[in-house]
């Protein structure tokens, strides 16, 4: 079936040791997503690429660092983890960007990542 | 920007009766709506969504309709059942070059009472 797949699912890493979180997904979609969601709260968009353009938003912090090495994958580096970095992290994907007419957004089973 | 506000955060209905979460947006720019099931420990699952040319879209048991001249839509369940226990976000965006950010709602987690 073509999904979003995250890796790894759970991921345990000290205080200010660099981490990196994997998206694939074999939909072939245009647009990957990273979202960062706390506990009870919305998930909140970090950046996006569209193709190889990155589009980072405006509030998101320089630890965080996205590759989109190929159309299949994308990465997450978080380069300095803080104990407020502890969060459940999306990843998602959509054919085009937008709210064009074939826009769906669908979201991979996450990461969980606690910091020490 | 976009502002989406949902409600009510939690909600608790018996089996088999409807359930109902609301939400209103800002932008009348928005043309998208998606509803989003997220159960513990797992990604948000889209569920169904609309578009502004249509007013009100069913599957089975689930409904969405769109209010577009008062900015709000509305998720609809019908017999609810144990496996819609959930917490569920309303979202929205338009297809407005630079505007294509999906904006979330705060979430309703809803509870169904067997």
């Known amino acids: 079936d073509a999904m979003v797949i995250q890796n790894p699912r759970y991921q345990v890493t000290q205080f200010g040791k660099p981490v990196t979180l994997s998206c694939s997904q074999t939909?072939?979609?245009?647009?990957m997503y990273w979202y960062q969601q706390k506990s009870s709260q919305a998930p909140k968009l970090l950046f996006h690429?569209?193709?190889?353009?990155?589009?980072n938003e405006a509030d998101t912090p320089d630890n965080f660092q996205s590759r989109r090495p190929n159309t299949s994958f994308c990465f997450l580096d978080i380069r300095s983890p803080g104990l407020g970095d502890a969060a459940m992290y999306l990843c998602?994907?959509?054919?085009?960007?937008?709210?064009?007419?074939?826009?769906?957004?669908?979201f991979g089973p996450g990461t969980r990542l606690t910091v020490t | 920007g976009e502002n989406v506000e949902q409600h009510p955060s939690t909600l608790s209905v018996q089996e088999g009766d409807s359930a109902v979460i609301k939400c209103t947006y800002s932008?009348?720019?928005?043309?998208?709506f998606p509803w989003y099931k997220q159960e513990l420990g797992k990604g948000p699952q889209l569920i169904i969504d609309?578009?502004?040319?249509?007013g009100e879209k069913k599957d089975q048991r689930i409904a969405v309709t769109l209010n577009k001249t008062a900015k709000h839509f509305s998720l609809h369940i019908t017999e609810t059942q144990p496996e819609d226990s959930a917490v569920y976000f309303c979202?929205?965006?338009?297809?407005?070059?630079?505007?294509?950010?999906?904006?979330f709602g705060t979430g309703t987690r809803l509870t169904i009472i067997p």
């Open positions: 939909l072939n979609h245009n647009v």
């Open positions: 609309i578009r502004s040319n249509v």
């Open positions: 690429y569209y193709d190889k353009d990155f589009n």
């Open positions: 979202a929205a965006t338009s297809s407005n070059f630079g505007n294509e950010k999906l904006t």
């Open positions: 932008d009348s720019a928005s043309n998208y």
């Open positions: 998602a994907t959509s054919r085009e960007p937008g709210g064009g007419p074939s826009y769906e957004q669908y």
